[in-house]
């Protein structure tokens, strides 16, 4: 099932939000409260819309509690692989080995199988992701614990996007699906922010509150897209062009901080725009 033109369009947009908001997660000092403060704001921008928006049946609400679960699983698990490695060797690992998964999952759970052109174009496409990391050669010693939480992370994002993909071919319409979901995701972080940790929290808003704002904002937007792309069309083609945001966080190194585009770099992004190519195009 491949994706029609307004929705690759709609997956770019939000792979570059996705690097975005990555980034500002990585450079934040408190990541941790970073991190509340980016779910939490789909928490209070997504609770208005649940007046206007379909309640989810009840076949709905299972896939609605494990996503929930599996993202808070991947909040914590995120946070800490980014204590323990840099953005650069972290996030091409947790987001590169996802559309592999992701590509068995929606074949063995929906029966969305790829045919030979399209998984060769996956590989591809996943392996280019994953080469960002190595692009300082083979990863040392002190760097395998990260790549280890990266992998960790890695699985978390290939669960919850097939169990959203389930859930939203259940759901009647996405929006309600959604709605719900961001809404839902922040709210153990909000309660546990501002219970356990309130005035440090709030000394926090203060100073770097803007920031983490934005980068709410831009992944409120990123996986809003992508879950309405999931409700249309085939989960892998989704997961690997959503992707792409690895390609996007590279170039916007090079562009904004005179990052060298070295030849693994090179390799990686062929290898990276040849496999989602191939993917829509089989």
């Not at 546990?192 to 409120?220: I, S």
């Not at 966080?249 to 496999?275: D, N």
Request: aromatic share 14%; net charge positive; hydrophobic share 55%.
């Amino acid at each position: 099932m491949g994706l029609d033109l307004y929705l690759i369009i709609l997956l770019l947009i939000a792979a570059f939000s996705h690097a975005s908001w990555n980034a500002v997660l990585k450079s934040s000092g408190d990541r941790l409260f970073t991190m509340t403060t980016v779910v939490g704001i789909g928490t209070l921008l997504y609770g208005p819309t649940l007046l206007f928006v379909d309640f989810p049946t009840l076949a709905v609400w299972p896939y609605l509690i494990v996503s929930f679960l599996l993202h808070l699983g991947y909040f914590f698990f995120l946070t800490y692989a980014y204590r323990q490695g840099d953005l650069s060797a972290v996030y091409p690992v947790a987001r590169g080995c996802s559309p592999l998964m992701v590509a068995g999952g929606a074949a063995l759970f929906a029966g969305q199988a790829l045919g030979p052109i399209a998984t060769a174009g996956v590989v591809t496409a996943s392996t280019g992701i994953c080469l960002f990391a190595f692009e300082k050669g083979m990863p040392t010693r002190h760097l395998m614990k990260p790549l280890a939480m990266a992998f960790v992370v890695s699985c978390f994002i290939a669960s919850y996007t097939v169990v959203d993909g389930l859930g939203l071919l259940r759901s009647e319409t996405p929006y309600g699906y959604i709605a719900w979901l961001n809404f839902l995701d922040g709210i153990p972080l909000l309660v546990w922010a501002f219970a356990a940790k309130g005035d440090d929290y709030v000394r926090f808003l203060k100073a770097d509150g803007r920031k983490a704002f934005m980068g709410g904002v831009l992944a409120m937007v990123a996986y809003s897209l992508v879950l309405y792309a999931l409700s249309v069309g085939g989960m892998a083609h989704v997961s690997a062009l959503r992707e792409t945001s690895v390609l996007f966080a590279v170039i916007l190194g090079a562009v904004t901080l005179g990052e060298k585009f070295g030849a693994i770099r090179w390799v990686a992004a062929i290898a990276i725009v040849g496999g989602v190519t191939a993917m829509h195009l089989s």
